[in-house]
């Protein structure tokens, strides 16, 4: 690690504020971050922590009915929050790493990282969700951008998510050996109007929509729905961890599972 | 009930005490006044030839001390290899130089080219950063055979070739097992990898050097499974210090399964900074460093041919085995590949004849040594895996084809035909308890259990042998060992009765301090207590060999009754002085001598106290004071065995493996503590189960390590693992050692890993997936799905 100030704001306009400093970048749970710098990979001159505004954390329900997510919120919390009104996302969280990062990471420091194994990707573009940030709202579909890349500018951070509760939902989750972050996973979410499912871990692009299943699934939202479909090899991540063919072959089981346990 | 102490009783460790309340005292935890820090320039290439070095800029900076490069340690030797191995030529093989710090050319990603040293961690880091490494990069070698192909390029110009030897054992009986392979019924051959693995001991490696000026004393304190053998490797072949002016130190020290056995560059140049800097000197790996230098573990790519009988009657083994030495030879690297991997292909078995081909090869790749086994895993999963195939292409029983070529109870002591002589054991007896504990007879109904749930279940079973109790020293003397393996015990009794027993073995997690103290307290009939267990420090031990190859017990523990047996000898002289009786009346037993058959008694404490205070003491016919000191050579290794079986499930849709259940029946011969030896065995089957199922080191084309972290080398973790059925009750004790004892460390990682391999092409071929008959480990949901497939 190099040497770096560390600041801890108690209002989202301090933290912006802070955040216009040179080389300055925001801190949640640190599960990521942390260990970039601590491998010199990451630099920072400012460290802005998040976790000391209250505006930023905790879970409320909208008027519409919206599940509201501060970007300050712990994996743990979710996982306890949302299990009564949105089980679906909070049996994702509560599969995130273990009980130390759960009660670290948040969800804001997630979709920001953008990790193309993460599972909250899954769960906001699956979902429909919307990033709400210090300037502006934007819809899942347009936040993810590429592996690590999202449409976030610099020094924008995202202060709230927003899901609309589905009808029925379920995240089914293949965890890579070592990481065990999501070798592949996907995230199906059952609405009046259609069905959405999100694919993460599996392609070179990042978290993407799987258009053909949610096609099928939104004839017959059934397990064998899934059956007949298959996805190409082409662009999906090939590591030592799986090949491509393995990936495309977890994306239809694991959307499978996750019909069947959505029903 | 079981024994509440002494020899048998499942007594609590004591040292969990201080390990489980942080009170544990590692060699990181020492700090010394005025300690600087190193950190070490590590090559980021798997190859090339060094340029030029410039410390200009690290020198001038912050806090800086010293920036050290090979040109500082041009008096100074290279660290030396413990075992020369002769090949089938009869030439020596080759043998490079491992400088401190690289000498013209770096030969891994992670060798140490510089070395900073700085007032603080921070300000090493910092330096080291800022050294300038001019490297021309060469084309690294990584597979074994690329390596082996005419024209590739050398990972040491200067031995001219990158096989280390081809050796082959027993090269006389070549000709006839080629014969009996030509005239055999059935032939079954197998080709398998055994999977490169990074050791990950809980706690890094770490050194602290310190000098005394005035006295010109040396001190290393380090994460060693043997001081005494580091302080006479480097001290006599590196930096040339005598003994008595270099003492090493290893506290507490978090695990070592091996890797902690071998003198790596980093403690010689703690030793040296520190003279030449006159500060004491520290360096702690990082995790990272730890994945990149610390020596690895197995690495063979094998071809095995097992030659049968049509009813299933073993008649030759031949292999031919390309094993991976890394970059440099690490200390008993040579040894492992071929004596301790050769002698062990008989197995449990009677095979009349084999023969066993080994090349050992240089690559681009950190060191591979002695790992949790090592050579007996390598050994035992190819043999068990053959017999596996061999009795599928035969359509007989597995567990009939291993009975059927058992070395039955009354054949012992039995002469293998590699060389060694198992003085005793029972393998269908540890058979018939697994079968009842792992309830085999259960399989069938549970299989139909799992398949209605959509899984494929399968039930894998092998047998194990190991050579431990290293060693004889005059057989390994002949094998090409440069050190003795025999062990020491120095037992000094106290005043007051109290006893410190220095050992030369180390204890690094096997629990030593509780077991060794419970033999001690047997035989004299005193409580635990009363037994301190000294080791670590070579200031106040005897020179031992330490510890590895589940030898502690069998040579260390041996070495201590020796001792002992002198103190009771002695005690028992004194003990009659005082009774007024003759020496050969004296009995001792609870802790008190009597006159047989009388009851005139003195207690233990009188006696020692008498021993110290000699004011009625036969002084005309022995000396004061209670001290006496054994050296143990063992006569023979020792042959633990036994017989396990596992249980998986294999997710057909996604390759996925659960381990269900895993049972396994051994014979370690006498038990000090059982509680300890199920431990052992629960450690050594979880990394077994690890090596078989998760863990496994890649190398990329360019000899960058991919499995650098724990994000993609996956370690075993308790979820992944079932509850374990053990048992030992089928003990054939050693015959040649006092305590009766075999050792139990490295049993459950020797013996596992076919068990899980076995059970998983069980599940596939049950399963209609009859293509499928062998997968490399680790067998990864990838590798299953994938080989599903063809
Ligand atoms: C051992 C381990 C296992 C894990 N397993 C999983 C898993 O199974 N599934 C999974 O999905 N993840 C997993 N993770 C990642 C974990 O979920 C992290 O919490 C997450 O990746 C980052 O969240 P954080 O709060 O720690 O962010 P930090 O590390 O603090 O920050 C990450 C990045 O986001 C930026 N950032 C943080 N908050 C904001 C914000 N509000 N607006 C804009 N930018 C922001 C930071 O500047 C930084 O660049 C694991 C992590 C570890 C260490």
Redesign the interface.
């Given at each position: 690690?190099?040497n770096f100030d560390f600041v801890k704001p108690t209002t989202l306009q301090d933290a912006i504020a802070a955040l216009s400093r040179d080389e300055a970048m925001p801190l949640a749970g640190g599960q990521t971050l942390i260990p970039s710098m601590k491998?010199?990979l990451a630099a920072p001159s400012v460290l802005v922590s998040l976790t000391g505004i209250p505006e930023l954390k905790g879970v409320c329900r909208a008027d519409d009915g919206a599940v509201c997510i501060g970007a300050a919120t712990t994996h743990a919390e979710i996982a306890r929050e949302t299990a009564a009104i949105y089980p679906a996302i909070a049996a994702l969280a509560g599969g995130i790493g273990d009980p130390a990062v759960r009660n670290r990471g948040t969800i804001g420091g997630s979709l920001a990282n953008n990790d193309p194994s993460a599972c909250w990707p899954a769960g906001v573009l699956g979902s429909g969700a919307t990033i709400v940030t210090n300037t502006r709202q934007i819809a899942a579909d347009d936040f993810f951008q590429g592996m690590f890349t999202t449409a976030l500018e610099p020094g924008e951070i995202i202060t709230e998510i927003r899901f609309p509760v589905p009808e029925a939902a379920a995240y089914a989750k293949?965890e890579q050996?070592?990481?065990r972050f999501a070798?592949t996973g996907a995230f199906v979410a059952k609405f009046a109007d259609g069905v959405r499912v999100a694919i993460t871990g599996a392609s070179e692009g990042g978290v993407f929509r799987w258009r053909e299943a949610e096609e099928a699934l939104g004839a017959s939202f059934s397990p064998e729905a899934v059956d007949g479909l298959s996805v190409s090899a082409d662009g999906m991540i090939g590591d030592?961890?799986?090949?491509p063919?393995?990936r495309a072959?977890?994306v239809r089981?694991m959307t499978r599972r996750a019909v069947a346990r959505a029903q | 009930m079981p024994k509440d102490h002494g020899i048998g009783a499942p007594m609590k460790r004591r040292e969990d005490v201080r390990f489980l309340t942080g009170k544990g005292r590692y060699t990181d935890d020492i700090n010394l006044p005025g300690q600087a820090y190193a950190v070490f320039v590590r090559s980021q290439v798997a190859h090339g030839r060094i340029r030029k070095i410039d410390t200009a800029e690290a020198e001038a900076m912050p806090g800086v001390l010293k920036v050290f490069t090979s040109a500082d340690f041009a008096d100074k030797g290279g660290v030396p290899c413990g075992w020369l191995v002769t090949g089938r030529d009869g030439q020596p093989m080759r043998e490079p130089k491992h400088p401190i710090l690289a000498e013209g050319k770096v030969r891994y990603v992670g060798d140490a080219i510089a070395a900073v040293v700085a007032e603080t961690p921070e300000q090493a880091r910092d330096a080291a950063e800022a050294v300038i490494v001019d490297i021309e990069e060469l084309p690294a070698v990584i597979d074994m055979k690329a390596a082996l192909a005419e024209g590739a390029p050398l990972v040491h110009d200067d031995l001219g070739s990158n096989l280390c030897y081809d050796w082959g054992f027993v090269e006389e009986n070549r000709a006839a097992v080629d014969e009996a392979f030509a005239k055999a019924d059935h032939v079954t051959t197998l080709e398998l990898v055994n999977n490169r693995l990074v050791p990950n001991a809980m706690e890094p490696r770490c050194a602290v050097g310190d000098y005394n000026v005035a006295t010109g004393d040396h001190t290393l304190y380090t994460t060693s499974q043997n001081p005494h053998v580091i302080r006479l490797l480097m001290g006599a072949f590196v930096l040339s210090i005598p003994e008595h002016k270099l003492r090493v130190v290893a506290p507490d020290v978090g695990g070592g399964f091996g890797s902690k056995i071998f003198h790596y560059v980093e403690e010689a140049f703690v030793t040296q900074a520190a003279k030449v800097l006159g500060r004491p000197v520290k360096w702690t790996a990082t995790r990272s460093e730890a994945f990149m230098t610390d020596a690895h573990g197995r690495d063979h790519v094998t071809r095995i041919e097992l030659a049968l009988s049509k009813d299933g009657e073993f008649q030759a083994i031949r292999t031919e085995t390309h094993a991976n030495m890394g970059a440099y030879l690490s200390t008993f690297a040579p040894s492992i590949p071929t004596w301790l991997h050769g002698t062990l292909m008989a197995g449990n078995y009677r095979t009349p004849l084999i023969y066993v081909n080994v090349k050992a090869v240089f690559t681009n790749t950190v060191p591979v040594d002695a790992y949790r086994g090592a050579g007996r895993p390598e050994a035992t999963y190819q043999l068990e895996r053959v017999i596996d195939k061999a009795a599928r292409e035969l359509g007989i029983d597995p567990i009939e084809i291993r009975r059927k070529n058992f070395i039955k109870p009354d054949q012992f002591p039995y002469q293998t035909p590699v060389a060694v002589v198992y003085d005793t054991g029972n393998y269908d007896a540890t058979m018939d308890k697994l079968i009842e504990i792992a309830d085999i007879a259960g399989f069938e109904k549970r299989r139909e259990e799992s398949a209605k749930r959509g899984l494929l279940r399968g039930l894998g079973v092998n047998c194990y042998i190991e050579a431990c109790g290293i060693a004889p020293s005059n057989l390994v003397g002949q094998l090409g060992a440069r050190a003795g393996l025999y062990e020491s015990a120095t037992v000094r009794v106290n005043a007051t009765g109290g006893l410190v027993v220095m050992t030369g073995s180390h204890s690094h997690g096997q629990g030593h301090e509780t077991s060794f103290a419970q033999v001690v307290a047997d035989m004299i009939g005193i409580p635990e207590d009363m037994v301190e267990i000294v080791h670590g420090d070579t200031a106040n031990t005897p020179m031992g060999m330490g510890t590895y190859g589940s030898r502690s017990l069998a040579v260390g523990g041996s070495a201590i009754v020796r001792a002992t047996q002198k103190i009771i000898a002695k005690a028992k002289k004194i003990a009659a002085h005082l009774l007024e009786a003759s020496e050969a009346d004296i009995e001792l037993k609870d802790g008190k001598f009597s006159v047989a058959g009388t009851d005139r008694s003195v207690a233990w404490g009188d006696v020692c106290l008498a021993a110290y205070v000699p004011h009625n003491y036969p002084l005309e016919e022995i000396e004061p004071g209670l001290e006496e000191t054994a050296f143990y050579d063992p006569s023979n290794f020792t042959y633990p065995a036994g017989a396990y079986a596992c249980e998986v499930e294999v997710d057909p849709e996604t390759g996925k493996v659960t381990v269900c259940s895993f049972a396994a029946a051994d014979d370690f011969g006498n038990v000090v503590n059982p509680m300890i030896v199920e431990g052992q065995v629960h450690g050594g089957l979880a990394q077994g189960i690890g090596q078989a199922l998760l863990e496994g080191a890649v190398y990329d084309e360019n000899g960058q390590l991919l499995t650098g972290s724990f994000m993609d080398y996956a370690m075993p973790r308790a979820d992944d693992l079932p509850f374990f059925k053990v048992d030992h009750s089928c003990a054939t004790p050693c015959t040649h050692n006092p305590l009766g004892v075999k050792g139990c460390g490295e049993a459950g990682a020797i013996g596992s890993p076919p068990a899980v391999v076995n059970a998983v092409i069980d599940a596939l071929q049950r399963g209609g997936y009859t293509h499928v008959t062998h997968i490399d480990m680790p067998l990864t949901p990838a590798r299953v799905w994938a080989a599903m497939q063809r």
């Open positions: 690690m190099y491998q010199r293949f050996p070592a990481s070798l030592l961890h799986g090949t063919e393995y072959n977890l089981v | -």
